[in-house]
């Protein structure tokens, strides 16, 4: 069974930054669109960003010029770094292949605050 393992959460102050990894056990990687969603409490997953299995990129309105989404397909992984991060960006990020997910992954916490 294939198996999404994100991290790299944490505390940060606003205006910082973040680097969140997630890690993919399947050599299918490569040719997934993956994508970056976030959960916050009582809110319903929403999409963050994407990213083809060629680089091209999409960013929810709210995420864009301060979120840039990668991929390095030699290590399936794909990345998401946050920069400028806002009080709103709370919330757990999970990655899945976009439009058929895969099992969940348990997520990485991303709180906000000062």
């Known amino acids: 069974q294939v198996q999404l393992v994100e991290s790299g959460g944490g505390l940060v102050q606003p205006g910082g930054s973040l680097r969140l990894s997630c890690a993919a056990s399947?050599?299918?990687?490569?040719?997934?669109?993956m994508a970056w969603y976030r959960q916050a409490p009582g809110e319903q997953r929403e999409f963050v960003a994407s990213i083809g299995s060629g680089g091209t990129t999409n960013y929810v309105d709210s995420v864009k010029d301060r979120f840039t989404v990668s991929r390095d397909n030699a290590k399936k992984t794909v990345y998401l770094q946050m920069n400028s991060l806002k009080p709103e960006d709370t919330a757990v990020y999970f990655c899945?292949?976009?439009?058929?997910?895969?099992?969940w992954g348990q997520g990485t916490q991303v709180t906000v605050s000062s």
């Open positions: 899945n292949r976009l439009g058929s997910p895969l099992p």
């Open positions: 399947t050599y299918m990687f490569r040719f997934y669109v």
